[in-house]
């Protein structure tokens, strides 16, 4: 079992930045494929990114350019630098960590208004 724990969500004005952390609690985090996912109000949950165990990336195009997606494997987390940040991002964020299993967070708010 794996827990993964979201962190650095919160209220922030259009155009400003936030970055959101999720640490993972297992020992074998670099075979890990890891995402950030995100569930508007009344909305599914959608990809917002992804990163590979050997470091490939993908973005929604939505967030394409504003938003970047990295791993740090010596800390077992991975992180979701988000710039440029619009009223549409407003979402609980999850974290998603893929290898034979799957496993969730239990996400974290962001709200971007003024």
């Known amino acids: 079992q794996v827990q993964l724990v979201e962190s650095g969500g919160g209220l922030v004005q259009p155009g400003g930045s936030l970055r959101l952390s999720c640490v993972a609690s297992?020992?074998?985090?670099?075979?890990?494929?890891m995402g950030w996912y995100r569930q508007p109000p009344g909305k599914q949950r959608e990809l917002v990114a992804s990163?590979?165990?050997?470091?490939?990336?993908n973005y929604a195009d939505s967030v394409k350019g504003r938003f970047t997606i990295s791993r740090d494997n010596a800390k077992n987390t991975v992180y979701l630098q988000m710039n440029s940040l619009k009223p549409e991002d407003t979402a609980v964020y999850y974290c998603n960590a893929q290898a034979v299993q799957g496993y969730w967070g239990r996400g974290t708010q962001v709200t971007v208004s003024s």
């Open positions: 297992t020992s074998i985090f670099r075979i890990y494929n």
């Open positions: 990163i590979t165990f050997g470091g490939s990336t």
